[in-house]
């Protein structure tokens, strides 16, 4: 598969993630079940953070320090998120 046409699906693939995410709290499911609506969120959120990560950031052909060590970025970003969640509550 030609560079273009990688770079085009996996925007088309982030593109729909991210539209999943705004039906997500577009449709109502915020008030209905705040955990399910966070964690369908930070699931989302987080596929998207690997692919970007893997791909736009060429992680994919880093060596595994590199992939560790950014993956451990990523638990501390949700364990922050999640924090925060609690204070908003």
């Keep these: 598969m030609s560079r273009a046409k990688l770079y085009t699906v996996i925007y088309v693939v ?3 993630l991210a539209t ?23 699931v989302l959120s987080a596929v998207k953070a690997v692919v970007v990560a893997g791909w736009y950031q060429h992680l994919r052909w880093e ?3 590199v992939t560790t060590l ?3 970025g990523l638990l501390g970003a949700v364990a922050l998120t999640v924090a925060a969640s609690y ?3």
């Excluded at 709290?25 to 079940?33: P, V």
């Design 14 to 16: 982030l593109f729909v």
């Design 87 to 89: 204070s908003i509550l």
């Design 20 to 42: 999943v995410q705004v039906v997500v709290e577009q449709a109502g499911y915020l008030e209905e079940s705040y955990w399910m609506a966070f964690w369908a969120i930070m």
């Design 70 to 72: 950014m993956l451990l």
């Design 63 to 65: 060596p595994r320090s």
